[in-house]
């Protein structure tokens, strides 16, 4: 079955996936294909059932085919698909979002985490009047052109494209640290910082595997902003609703001046936001100069299935649970390795965790690509032959959901075992 599918697949499609990552080219093998997907559960094409770890990379907090918001969905359905026209839920989606971050009084609804970043950054160069903006390494921001770059040779300094079909004026307007580097990012922004329009960041980076940051490192970038008088942008679109009720915003001393989300907020929809003060976000059209627009923004199946899971998600409040477990597991995970022998490290935060077969945590992409992607894929492979899903990178980020019970984190350990 699979192979059919797979070799239909490549041929309408480029790669056979419409998002690389599905492609399985960081682990080899063929790609999975899904029939449906309940609770911490996947099942695939040719019969397999899974316990997901990857949960569509994060929003599933609430485990799949959630029955409030498939309920939700259902309903709205019936009454159209896309209007073009305001809906009340709009304004709940915008009242729930700006009531539960505190940096938030004002937010605009797009249609996914790439959507939010490219608009986050194109309002910052509104607002300031500058051009360029400040990422850092193995942060991924979505696929706009200026966020597709990587750190040139040296430490720190103007980008260069990492895509085909970027062009150098695009890369040239994008400047690149290493994470976690505050003599770097410090240098660089003092450099440039007369056309600085912002620094964009992940506060926890979660695109290169799970990158912690030091202890008052954002800190630093919040008081070199306005040293400059940049803006600072949290990229949240995995961690927004995933540790809090809220954003990493909420439980961070530093306080961006935009906010970025995605995933968790539309329940397994597509959906992105930026949200920040009045007095930045009204530089949005239609009061602004700042233009940005979308046809399905706001789309009332979205919506539906957004509200519906936020509303439980706070009902429920699991997020100090779901540490616990997560911090159960990656314990138990760290001394199974440490019994074999083997250098694993495995940085947690809430009920997201990384697995780097490396001696320490790395601090930066540099560090993440010092880590043993070949025993990743061993483990990775020997890991889904029993019956777990983790990412297929070495680079992405593990995440649990309400469902995944501490039964089933005793399977994923078995697994895990028998696999190192």
Request: proline share 5%; hydrophobic share 45%; aromatic share 6%.
């Amino acid at each position: 079955m699979n192979n059919d599918l797979h070799s239909r697949a490549l041929s309408v499609i480029p790669g056979g996936v419409n998002s690389p990552a599905r492609a399985f080219k960081s682990v080899g093998g063929n790609p999975l294909y899904a029939e449906r997907a309940e609770g911490p559960f996947l099942y695939t094409r040719d019969d397999r059932k899974l316990l997901d770890f990857c949960l569509s990379f994060g929003p599933m907090i609430l485990g799949h085919a959630d029955p409030d918001v498939v309920k939700a969905l259902q309903e709205a359905a019936v009454k159209g698909t896309s209007y073009a026209v305001t809906t009340e839920a709009e304004i709940e989606m915008a009242e729930l979002l700006t009531g539960s971050i505190r940096v938030m009084d004002k937010v605009r609804l797009v249609n996914s985490g790439t959507e939010a970043v490219m608009t986050a950054l194109r309002l910052a160069r509104g607002y300031t009047g500058r051009n360029k903006i400040l990422k850092f390494s193995g942060c991924y921001h979505g696929h706009t052109d200026s966020m597709l770059v990587q750190a040139g040779s040296g430490v720190a300094g103007i980008a260069s494209a990492s895509s085909a079909g970027v062009t150098s004026e695009a890369a040239g307007s994008t400047l690149v640290c290493p994470f976690n580097d505050v003599e770097a990012v410090t240098q660089l922004v003092r450099e440039h910082a007369d056309d600085l329009a912002a620094i964009v960041v992940e506060p926890l980076a979660a695109n290169m595997g799970l990158v912690l940051p030091q202890a008052g490192y954002l800190m630093q970038l919040r008081q070199l902003c306005d040293e400059a008088g940049a803006l600072l942008i949290f990229d949240e679109v995995i961690t927004g609703y995933r540790l809090t009720f809220g954003a990493y915003a909420n439980l961070c001393e530093a306080q961006p001046d935009l906010v970025t989300l995605g995933k968790i907020i539309g329940g397994g929809l597509p959906i992105g936001a930026v949200g920040g003060s009045a007095e930045i976000m009204d530089h949005l059209a239609p009061d602004g100069p700042v233009y940005q627009a979308g046809t399905l923004s706001g789309n009332p199946l979205c919506m539906a299935a957004g509200l519906a899971n936020l509303r439980k998600l706070q009902a429920l409040d699991p997020f100090a649970d779901l540490a616990s477990r997560c911090e159960r597991l990656t314990d138990a995970m760290k001394a199974s390795a440490a019994a074999k022998g083997i250098p694993v490290s495995i940085p947690r935060f809430g009920s997201m965790f990384s697995i780097f077969f490396r001696a320490s945590e790395p601090q930066n992409f540099a560090e993440v690509m010092d880590s043993d992607t070949d025993r990743f894929t061993s483990v990775f492979h020997k890991m889904l032959d029993a019956g777990i899903y983790l990412p297929p990178s070495p680079f992405e980020t593990s995440f649990l959901s309400v469902l995944h019970s501490d039964a089933l984190l005793d399977q994923m350990l078995e697994a895990w075992d028998n696999a190192l």
